[in-house]
């Protein structure tokens, strides 16, 4: 048989595309690469840059990075006026003012430029087939200008009444009669919170000075010994556990003024110069003066409203057992309105329980959470009316539910005939109404303490946050609150919630026209938050704002609520997002502000203008969008 030799396709392998074909191939190429980057933007993600300040400390519009030239805190300020608008002049950002020490710094004076806010990538899945979620952080197109993106937080949902009351958020579905407060997940609480003291940056000159140490010894009654001592540098603390019951260590927030700045300038400040403020909604990054060295903070940046939702953090270390000692504990609390909200946790079996006063079927308890001497990094959250504690890092599971309903005219029905005398509790448990909707003067004297109880105990690193406050404000006629009543109608635009002028509850008329225009914004904010006790009603005249939305509207606010225009301030008839506007949910900064210099020293790293900042990312702020 005679073999049969294949060979070769010749015509194939010998043959040469023609310059039509090349075209053609180079053109199924770029159509490819179109469609899968088409697909990519479409279904997966996208960048963007923030370009406002609207959701600052969460994301970074345009701003300037600098440590505070007093205390050396780290802060940002926000300098989008540099970069305005077209047809708008750019103002240079000339001070600012550090949230932990108060200091004003001259910007000038310490070489800081002005970044390019954050780059981050927005993801479109979870929008294209699923259901958006309460506080996701969300790109969508400007409903008043299509062709203008915009990114801030979802706060309210279809066919819901969303309110705004006392800077948080509540919800009424359609056909429900109350409104519950709506609780941000424990995951997303540290993206929100903004820092009210690190006594970390504790600043030994000025108590040398005479200005009283934000935290001091002595029980709740005063007169009582010494029970902890403080390291030399201020910033640890320790108690023996030998003296009888509960040893505490309290938080005084005793800001220094402009003022107060001045005179220890000048060496000392007199007595009594220092007075203890409510903590309130002060943001740093709304500080950026463009004046002079010695401008003041316009108003609105000092805070105006008291902040009752805080977060305790500190590094505990337990030591020896005091002889006798039945119950050794280590007691971490939060004030809110004169009511204590305490995290015990028992040095013995490191059990770590809730308490809240007054309501002794409150006691749910995470078991053997917090075990050993440690040390133990904790956290403690009173947010959104819930109770939450990380140790280590880790957020702790309770045998028990650990959220409490407001106590508020915003959580019952707008029937002024409900019963409000009794809230429930997880919808199932009634208890008496906590009535701590407005501050009292254990407010003032300390609203953040730590106890050693029977075991000696040393505390480090110590900081205090508070939530993100959320201003009820709008442009349009509005539901308001009052005291326990709705009133319809009530024209609201402004940067406070109060039915009055703040300054007219706390000066006569006498003082204010004595005073005029010698006495600053500044100080009659303090004053109005030093004394709770003045007018107490006033922080009860505070206005709530409530907007209705149909199937497919969604409700948008910014985390920088003094600075957002967001869906309570819109100037086009619709306060809301349509679905149809959504563009996705934000995932990562990929690229905040780049390193200026080599970490630890004092090396210039090259500069890239068109990214605002160096070639080098700062690696250790690149995260994820809670």
């Known amino acids: 048989m005679k073999k049969v030799e294949t060979k070769p396709d010749t015509a194939v392998a010998s043959h040469k595309p023609t310059m039509f074909e090349s075209i053609r191939e180079t053109f199924d190429s770029i159509a490819i690469a179109f469609i899968l980057a088409f697909l990519f933007r479409t279904f997966e993600a996208e960048a963007f840059v923030i370009p406002t300040g609207s959701m600052a400390l969460t994301l970074m519009g345009a701003h300037k990075e600098l440590d505070c030239p007093e205390c050396g805190y780290p802060y940002k300020v926000g300098s989008s006026s540099e970069h305005p608008e077209d047809g708008e002049r750019a103002s240079l950002v000339m001070s600012a003012t550090c949230p932990n020490c108060r200091r004003t710094a001259f910007l000038p004076e310490t070489n800081v430029v002005s970044a390019a806010g954050d780059r981050i990538l927005v993801t479109k899945y979870p929008y294209e087939f699923g259901e958006p979620k309460r506080f996701d952080v969300a790109v969508f197109k400007n409903p008043g200008k ?256 650990t959220n409490f309903l407001a106590t508020n005219v915003a959580d019952a029905s707008l029937d002024e005939s409900t019963d409000l005398t009794r809230v429930p509790l997880d919808d199932e448990t009634e208890v008496p109404i906590l009535d701590a909707d407005v501050p009292k003067p254990q407010d003032l004297r300390s609203p953040v303490g730590i106890a050693a109880k029977g075991v000696a105990l040393e505390a480090k690193h110590l900081r205090i946050w508070r939530d993100v406050y959320y201003i009820a404000t709008r442009r349009k006629p509005n539901v308001a609150v009052n005291g326990s009543r709705f009133h319809e109608n009530v024209e609201v635009r402004s940067s406070t919630e109060y039915a009055s002028d703040y300054s007219a509850d706390v000066f006569t008329a006498f003082e204010q026209t004595a005073l005029g225009v010698n006495f600053t914004d500044e100080s009659k904010v303090n004053r109005f938050m030093s004394n709770v006790e003045a007018n107490p009603d006033r922080f009860r005249q505070i206005r709530g704002v409530a907007f209705r939305l149909e199937a497919d509207q969604f409700f948008m606010c910014g985390d920088n609520s003094p600075l957002s225009s967001d869906s309570r301030l819109w100037t086009s008839s619709e306060h809301y997002v349509k679905r149809e506007l959504l563009i996705g949910k934000a995932l990562f900064v990929y690229w905040p502000h780049g390193l200026g210099t080599v970490g630890g020293t004092s090396i210039d790293l090259p500069n890239l203008p068109l990214i605002g900042g160096s070639y080098f990312p700062n690696f250790t702020d690149m995260r994820l969008i809670r």
């Open 146 to 401: 299509a062709n203008q993106n915009y990114i801030k937080r979802l706060v309210g949902l279809p066919n819901e009444e969303v309110m705004i009351f006392r800077g948080d958020i509540y919800a009424r579905p359609a056909g429900a009669e109350k409104f519950r407060i709506q609780r941000k997940p424990a995951d997303k609480i540290p993206s929100v919170m903004q820092m009210v003291y690190d006594n970390d940056y504790v600043l030994p000159k000025l108590i040398q000075q005479g200005w009283p140490q934000r935290w001091i010894d002595g029980g709740r009654d005063a007169g009582q010994p010494a029970k902890w001592t403080t390291s030399a540098d201020y910033k640890s603390f320790q108690a023996d556990g030998k003296a009888a019951g509960e040893a505490w260590l309290r938080y005084q927030h005793t800001v220094p003024t402009s003022d107060a700045w001045r005179k220890l300038a000048q060496g000392s400040v007199p007595p009594g110069t220092a007075k203890p403020q409510l903590i309130t909604d002060f943001c740093e990054y709304n500080t950026g003066g463009t004046g002079g060295p010695h401008q003041m903070v316009s108003t609105p940046s000092l805070g105006l409203h008291w902040v009752s939702d805080l977060i305790l953090e500190c590094e505990l270390k337990f030591g020896e057992v005091s002889p006798g000692a039945s119950a050794p504990e280590a007691i971490l609390e939060l004030i809110e309105g004169g009511r204590a909200f305490q995290c015990r946790i028992d040095a013995a079996t490191g059990n770590v329980t809730l308490r809240i006063d007054g309501i002794d079927k409150f006691r749910p308890t995470a078991k053997a959470a917090v075990a050993g001497a440690g040390p133990h990094k904790l956290r403690f959250a009173n947010v959104d009316d819930h109770l939450i504690v990380w140790a280590n890092g880790k957020e702790l599971k309770f045998d028990g539910p």
